[in-house]
Antibody, heavy 118, light 106 residues
């Protein structure tokens, strides 16, 4: 059974940093693109970033470029999102998702809440 | 950037109704479109990919159609479990989601 479990969310002050993790199991992690998608409270879904199987390609939504970094450790079956210079508008539930060929997302984690507030 | 616009934003329907949700892309995305269902407090669930391909395990009452810039998600006979919010997503260039359509009980 495919499982994606996010962790690392919490309350952080504006300008602060946070690192999200996603532990994957039930599939060959190194064979799949992976994504982070977020959802602000009461709002819709927003794709944040994705990363190729070997980490050689990474793509970001414009609003996080230069502030967020997606990475992975295939030996640990883990996906990460390093978030720096956080803003109030980054407040959201962050979902880890498995991509099919860097396209649509066929499995999702349960999400981890990031709150940016003073 | 490719923008995705769904209509309507909210839809009131009854069990057994045929329901159609429309998604329009700001430029052609061929058939690179997926549909998701999301219930409150839960992660999205993939329903349809490549505009009309049904994800394994998804009931056949769900169907998708369209290509280019206009797409539809149809639920042939609405069931109690189908009251949720539905999102389209283009993956022609990166990924962009529509704003969502909430299907509520009439």
């Amino acid at each position: 059974e495919v499982q994606l479990v996010e962790s690392g969310g919490g309350l952080v002050q504006p300008g602060g940093s946070l690192r999200l993790s996603c532990a994957a199991s039930g599939f060959t992690f190194s064979s799949y693109w992976m994504s982070w998608v977020r959802q602000a409270p009461g709002k819709g879904l927003e794709w944040v970033a994705n990363i190729k199987q070997d980490g050689s390609e990474k793509y970001y939504v414009d609003s996080v470029k230069g502030r967020f970094t997606i990475s992975r450790d295939n030996a640990k079956n883990s996906l990460y999102l390093q978030m720096n210079s956080l803003r109030a508008e980054d407040t959201a539930v962050y979902y880890c998702a498995r991509d099919q060929n860097g396209d649509y997302d066929d499995y999702w984690g349960q999400g981890t809440l990031v709150t940016v507030s003073s | 950037d490719i923008q995705m616009t769904q209509s309507p934003s909210t839809l009131s329907a009854s069990v057994g109704d045929r329901v159609t949700i429309t998604c329009r892309a700001s430029q052609s995305i061929s058939s690179w479109l997926a549909w998701y269902q999301q219930k409150p407090g839960k992660a999205p669930k993939l329903l349809i990919y490549k505009a009309s391909s049904l994800e394994s395990g998804v009931p056949s009452r769900f169907s998708g159609s369209g290509s280019g810039t206009e797409f539809t998600l149809t639920i042939s006979s609405l069931q109690p479990d189908d009251f949720a919010t539905y999102y389209c997503q283009q993956y022609n260039t990166y990924q962009t989601f529509g704003q969502g359509t909430k299907v509520e009980i009439k």
